[in-house]
């Protein structure tokens, strides 16, 4: 899109938390978006679910100071069962935006850097994912650990019940917007469409943007101003 959301390590964006729409439960999903880091230091989060116990993560890193670019890592736990996937060092260069699947395809977890497959993990023993307490995007929940991420990120979708790609074969990343407005949140059953400006979510308070609050969400009916 012609904009994105920009995270100076202290901000971040929360979504509806113990939300139903985000249990994942033994389902297929995906996690998807561009990303434009603009530091790479030690664990950062880019999304996190998590309820203390069970998570879901996808962490930006480095493994050592002297790297001009950084890894990406796709965690799923059940609270009792973990499995972790992280893409080779400098695998996502800085100041260069790069679109990431996390994506669970039956039994597997898959992590795609440019559309080009990078690993799988087996996560055949974990039991189901349920709702997390806590849902942030660009901050770990515990938003004192001091592991914010700083860049951009756009085209940031959520997608429960389907795996988007699957395999160990490349396909060609999303250029056009995912939201068919020129900016706005888009929710449906199953998917979540951020794109542009400042959006923050109210516990029963509908969606607020920059103090517009919105109550009752229709597809195609609103059109903030940012």
Known sequence: GATSIYFDGSDYLTLPATNSDFAYSSEDFTIDFWMYPTSATFSRTVAQQTNGG???????????AGQSAANVSFILSDG????????????????????????????NIRLYVDGVHQLAGDVSSLGAIVSGTYHYIGQYWNTGGGEGYTGYLDEIRISRGIARWT?????????????????GLNIKTDELYVQGGDVAFDTGKGIRFDGDTLDDYEEGTFSPTF
């Open 54 to 64: 069970m998570f879901c993560n996808i962490w930006y890193h480095r493994t050592n």
């Open 80 to 107: 009792t069962n973990t499995v972790e996937i992280t893409t080779n060092d400098d695998t996502v260069p800085l100041n260069e935006w790069s679109h990431i699947a996390a994506v669970r395809d039956g039994s």
């Open 167 to 183: 395999g160990t074969g490349s396909f060609t990343p999303p250029s056009a917007s995912y939201y068919k407005g020129a900016k």
